[in-house]
Each structure stands twice: as structure tokens, then as C-alpha cells.
């Protein structure tokens, strides 16, 4: 959708009766993927089935309050944007987040999905750009990863690697080349923050001559650990 072109949210989704638990809805500057740097409106979903040790995002394990889709899509039409990121937790955790996502497309919004590749996205509706972040060893949770998932990627997908050290970038360079994700859709490394030296990860990725995308987290670069959007 042109930027340029506001949409209609509609007022009466197709299933009213979902409802979901929504720890934050908020207008920011996408931090991460293709997209970074694009101002968005964050549905984060509350609630994880895993523990990665460097997680950010630990507030989003509970709480939060339950909302229904049209409370969701009137708060999210609030902010006059376009753009829409679903993310948690692990947003997949909640049966209602599939009829979110088609909803939140079928109102015109340009949809991403941030879910931690260890659920199911073959019911994800085709509309959303899927952003899979797979586990390195590193995060304590490589064994959750679902490498059916790989399958069901296209090229408006991304694959997200967040490394902690050199045998995570290893691990994940290994991963990539044997499963061939080079050629299905974006690839995208970055240091887990505070941990793994930034430039440290670019050289390496300059001395392997990988085609992919180099990233940070744009949100902690303008607003430090105390604003992890």
C-alpha cells in the first residue's frame, strides 16, 4: 500500500468474538527488519512458550489486558499510520492472533508478523511478511526451533538471527548455507546487544562475503534498554 494512502479500518471484523491478551499498542519507529526505520503501530501480543536469556521483551510474559478485535483495530486506527507490526511474547502463542492478522489486512494496513519461528505459521494469512527469528545456541532455546517452517517461506518473508557469539554466528552461517535460506527469502544477523561487538559481527560477515542484511536495533540506538520497542 502507497504510503501516502491512509486506510479504512473496519468497524466490524469477521470474527467479533475473538478476543486476545495485548500487553501494549504503541506508535514507533520499526527497529528491526526490511522495514526499520519506518514509523509503525506495534500490537504486542502478550505471553512466550520460551525464555531466550538475552530477551528484551520479558514485561510481555503476562499481564496485560484482553481486548476484541474491534477495540484492537479502533486503537490501532488511532494513530493515522499505515504500517502494522503483531509481535509479543510470541504472538503465535494466542489462537486469536490468526484472525488479528487477516483483520488488520483486510483493513488495509501493511502487515508484519514477529514470531520466534518455534510455532506453526502455515495459518498466517498470506497478506503479512512473516519475520522468523530461528534460535542460535546462544539464546538457550535452539531446540524450540520449527524448521518446518522454513518450508512455507517466500521471498516477502525475512529470517531473523540474533547472535550472541562466534559459534552462534557460525551455527547460523552453517544453517543458512546447508538449508539453501540464502535463496528463499531475506536474511538477517545482528548482535545480540551488549554481548557480541557489532563491528565484530560486520567484519565477519564482510570476510565470508555473505549476501545479507547487517542490522541493529534501531529503538535501542535512539532510546536505550529502557525503551525496547
Same mark, same amino acid.
Given at each position: 500500500m502507497p504510503a501516502d494512502v491512509k486506510p479504512t479500518p473496519r468497524t466490524e471484523p469477521a470474527d467479533v468474538n @475473538?478476543? *486476545?491478551?495485548? =500487553?501494549e499498542i504503541f506508535h514507533?519507529?520499526?527497529?528491526?527488519? @526490511?522495514?526499520?526505520? *519506518?514509523?509503525?503501530?506495534f500490537v504486542r501480543l502478550t505471553g512466550c512458550p520460551l525464555r531466550c536469556?538475552?530477551?528484551?521483551?520479558?514485561y510481555a510474559f503476562s499481564g496485560g489486558e484482553t481486548l476484541d478485535l474491534v477495540d484492537i483495530l479502533q486503537r490501532v486506527g488511532g494513530f493515522d499510520c499505515? =504500517?502494522?507490526?503483531? =509481535?509479543?511474547?510470541?504472538?503465535?502463542a494466542q489462537k486469536g492472533c490468526l484472525p488479528l492478522l487477516a483483520a488488520l489486512c483486510n483493513a488495509g494496513?501493511?502487515?508484519? *508478523?514477529? =514470531?520466534?519461528?518455534a510455532l506453526d505459521i502455515a495459518g498466517v494469512d498470506p497478506r503479512v511478511s512473516r519475520i522468523v527469528d530461528l534460535k542460535a545456541p546462544g539464546s538457550g532455546e535452539q531446540e524450540k526451533n520449527r524448521w518446518e517452517n522454513l518450508a512455507l517461506l517466500t521471498a516477502r518473508d525475512e529470517l531473523k538471527f540474533v547472535l550472541a557469539?562466534?559459534?552462534?554466528?557460525?551455527?547460523?552461517?552453517?544453517a543458512c548455507r546447508q538449508r539453501r *535460506? %540464502?535463496?528463499?527469502?531475506?536474511?538477517? %544477523?545482528?548482535?545480540?546487544?551488549?554481548?557480541?561487538?557489532?563491528?565484530? !559481527?560486520?567484519?565477519?560477515? !564482510?570476510?565470508?562475503?555473505l549476501p545479507l542484511r547487517f542490522q541493529l536495533q534501531l529503538h535501542k540506538l535512539l532510546w536505550g534498554n529502557a525503551q525496547a520497542r
Open positions: @475473538s478476543t *486476545l491478551r495485548i =500487553t514507533s519507529l520499526q527497529g528491526e527488519s @526490511s522495514r526499520v526505520g *519506518l514509523p509503525t503501530v536469556v538475552w530477551c528484551d521483551t520479558a499505515t =504500517t502494522v507490526c503483531v =509481535t509479543g511474547g510470541e504472538p503465535l494496513y501493511s502487515v508484519s *508478523l514477529e =514470531t520466534s519461528g557469539s562466534r559459534a552462534d554466528y557460525d551455527w547460523a552461517v552453517a *535460506l %540464502f535463496e528463499t527469502c531475506p536474511v538477517l %544477523f545482528s548482535p545480540v546487544h551488549g554481548q557480541l561487538d557489532p563491528a565484530q !559481527l560486520a567484519q565477519w560477515i !564482510l570476510d565470508d562475503r
